[in-house]
C-alpha cells in the first residue's frame, strides 16, 4: 500500500516533454511509481482528473532569507505551488552576519521587525530553521553584501590584503555549510565599491566547490551590456557557473534583451557557462535607498541619513539623478526619476508615512508640497532609510525573450509572507504571492506565448538543473515527491498591487517530500520542508 496515489492526471513530467495521463505513487516522501497505477491502493488518493500534475515549482530567486525565519511556513510560497526555493539573492543572504546584525542590502528592516539574530554562520542559521519547521524546501548563496560587510563594512574603498582572505574565507566557511554559490547586488551598498577583481577572486572559491556566481547587474539601462559582460568575464577568469539575475532593461534600453541573448549564446557555444532570468511583471520593486547613487550611501544608513540632512549634499545628490540618472548606479528605476516619471514610482512601505502607501511619488509631492525627489529624500530621512518601492520600468516583450530562451528562467524575486501579523504590512509587491500563477494565467493560458509543457519546464525541471538540485524539478521514480495539482483552467493569481497579500486560485493541492501541504485548496501546515544543501564538489 502506498502512502500517497495521485490518479487520472495529466501528468507534465517537468523535461518539456508533452503531457501523458498517468498516475504516481508515493511512498516515504519519494515519488515510487508512475504509469497506470488504477489496481493500486494508497493511504490517500487524489482525484486529479482534468487537472495537470507536475513536480512542485522552483523558485530560484527569493528574498526569504529573514521573513522565513521569523515564519517558516512560507505560505505565500506554498500556496503558489513553490515547494523549493533559493535565497540569498541580489549579495544579500542570512548568513554570514557581523556582530549578530543582518545585513540587509536593498531589504526593508521593518519588514521583519522583532526578529532575533542568533546567528554568524549557515550552520547556525539552518537549524534554527530546521528546529522551527519549514513549509518549502529552502537553499540559499550566500551574499557578497554580507561578505563585503562583515570584512570590512560600508567602505567605498578595495579591501586589503587580509580583508580579501577574510571574505575568501566566508565564502569558503558558507559554501562548506551548504550554500550553493555566490551572489551579488553590484546596484546596492556596499556591492557598487567591488571592482571585478574582487568578485573573480571570491568566484573561484566558489568554483572549488562546484557553485555557480549570480548577480544583480551594475547597471540595467544604457550600460547593460557591459554589466551582463561583467558577469561573463567573473565565470570565465574564474571558471564558475555564472547567472544574470532578472536581466530585464530599463528605458532606453527596452528590448536589448535581443541582443543581449545573442551575445550570451556566442558565449555558450564557446564554453562559457552563463545563464540569465526574469520576472513576469513590468513593475519591479526594491528599495527607495537606489533612487540615489550609490557613492551616497557609503559608510552605511547613518552616514546617508547625514547628507540627506545637509542641504549642499541634497543638491549634489539631486544633480547626480538628474544629470545621469542609472548610469552613475543604483536602480535603473532612477532613469525614471532622471526624466521626471514620478507618476511610475510607488511608496511600497513605510511606517511614520504609512498613509502615503501605494501612492505615487508625483502625488506624494502634491500632498506634500515639494518636489518629488524632496519628498524621497525626506521620507528616507524620517523612515530611518528603511521604505521600498515599487515602479513600472520593464517590458513584457524583454521578460518573454528570456522566457523562451534556453538559457532563461523565470523567477519571483519575492519574500516567503503570511497574511498575518508584521509580514502582512505595508503594500509590497504581489509577487510574492502570485508570481508564479500570474505567469502560467497570462503567457500560457491566455497569451499562448509559451506551450504549457515549456512553462512547467522553466519552473521545475529547468532551475534544478542549474541550480543542482539533486533529485528534484521532475517527476521521476526515487526523486522527492514535490507535485503540485492544478486546474490550468483556473490556475491564476488573485494579489494585486492594490491588495497584495491574496492567495491565487486553480491550485488544489501542494505536497512537499510526500506530504500534503495544501489540499483541495485549502492549507495544511505541514512544514515538511527540507534544508537543501549543496554537496561539495572540491576540485
Given at each position: ?162 580583508e580579501m582572505e577574510q571574505m575568501k574565507a566566508l565564502v569558503a566557511r558558507a559554501m562548506a555549510d551548504g550554500a ?360
Open positions: 500500500m502506498y502512502d500517497l496515489l495521485i490518479r487520472n492526471a495529466q501528468l507534465l513530467d517537468g523535461s518539456g516533454q508533452p503531457a501523458f495521463r498517468g498516475d504516481i505513487a508515493v511512498e516515504q516522501g519519494r515519488i515510487v511509481a508512475i504509469g497506470d497505477l488504477a489496481a493500486a491502493i494508497a493511504r490517500h488518493a487524489i482525484d486529479a482528473a482534468g487537472r495537470i500534475a507536475c513536480p512542485g515549482f522552483i523558485d530560484i530567486h527569493t528574498h526569504s532569507d529573514l521573513t522565513i525565519a521569523l515564519d517558516g511556513r512560507a505560505l505565500s510560497s506554498l500556496t503558489q505551488g513553490i515547494t523549493t526555493q533559493v535565497m540569498g539573492n541580489c549579495g544579500v543572504s542570512a548568513a554570514p552576519t557581523r556582530d549578530y546584525e543582518p545585513y540587509y542590502g536593498p531589504l526593508d528592516p521593518a519588514m521583519t521587525r522583532g526578529l532575533e539574530c542568533d546567528w554568524t554562520h549557515f550552520g547556525d542559521y539552518f537549524q534554527r530553521l530546521e528546529a522551527h519547521g519549514l513549509g518549502t524546501n529552502t537553499a540559499t548563496l550566500v551574499g557578497h553584501g554580507n561578505v563585503r560587510v562583515a570584512a570590512m563594512g560600508y567602505d567605498d574603498r578595495p579591501p586589503t590584503a587580509a550553493m554559490g555566490l551572489s551579488s547586488g553590484l546596484a546596492y551598498a556596499p556591492g557598487p565599491y567591488a571592482a571585478l577583481e574582487e568578485l573573480v577572486e571570491l568566484g573561484k572559491v566558489v568554483s572549488e566547490y562546484g557553485g555557480i556566481y549570480t548577480s544583480h547587474i551594475r547597471n540595467q539601462t544604457e550600460s547593460i551590456a557591459q554589466a551582463v559582460g561583467e558577469v561573463i568575464a567573473v565565470g570565465e577568469q574564474a571558471a564558475v557557473a555564472a547567472h544574470v539575475s532578472h536581466m530585464q532593461p530599463g528605458a532606453p534600453m527596452i528590448g536589448a534583451t535581443r541582443d543581449l541573448l545573442a551575445a550570451i549564446d556566442q558565449k555558450r557555444r564557446a564554453g562559457c557557462d552563463i545563464s540569465c532570468d526574469a520576472i513576469p511583471y513590468t513593475v519591479g520593486s526594491t528599495t527607495l535607498k537606489s533612487l540615489l547613487p550609490p557613492w551616497a550611501l557609503a559608510g552605511g544608513d547613518a552616514a546617508l541619513l547625514r547628507r540627506l540632512q545637509d542641504p549642499e549634499t541634497r543638491a549634489k545628490i539631486e544633480q547626480d539623478t538628474m544629470q545621469y540618472g542609472a548610469e552613475s548606479g543604483g536602480s535603473r528605476k532612477r532613469n525614471l526619476a532622471r526624466d521626471g516619471q514620478w507618476d511610475k514610482i510607488w511608496l511600497g512601505s513605510a511606517e511614520q508615512n504609512a498613509p502615503l502607501v501605494g501612492l505615487s511619488f508625483a502625488e506624494i509631492g502634491r500632498r506634500r508640497g515639494q518636489n518629488p525627489h524632496d519628498a524621497v529624500c525626506d521620507i528616507l530621512v524620517e523612515e530611518r532609510a528603511r521604505p521600498w518601492m515599487l515602479a513600472e520600468d520593464v517590458s513584457e516583450e524583454d521578460f518573454l525573450n528570456i522566457a523562451r530562451h534556453p538559457a532563461g528562467g523565470v523567477i519571483s524575486d519575492g519574500f516567503s509572507l503570511v497574511p498575518e501579523g508584521t509580514l502582512a504590512e505595508g503594500k509590497h509587491h504581489p509577487r510574492s504571492y502570485g508570481a508564479f500563477p500570474y505567469f502560467l494565467r497570462r503567457f500560457v493560458r491566455e497569451q499562448g506565448a509559451l506551450r504549457w509543457e515549456e512553462a512547467i519546464h522553466k519552473l521545475t525541471g529547468h532551475p534544478a538543473a542549474r541550480f543542482r538540485l539533486s533529485a528534484r524539478g521532475l517527476l521521476r521514480e526515487g526523486y522527492w515527491a514535490d507535485l503540485v495539482v492544478f486546474d490550468p483552467a483556473a490556475i491564476g493569481e488573485c494579489a494585486d498591487f492594490a491588495d497584495p497579500y491574496r492567495y491565487p486560485q486553480g491550485i488544489d493541492w501542494v505536497i512537499v517530500n510526500g506530504r500534503i501541504a495544501v489540499e483541495q485548496g485549502e492549507i495544511a501546515d505541514s512544514r515538511a520542508g527540507q534544508i537543501v544543501r549543496a554537496t561539495p564538489a572540491l576540485t
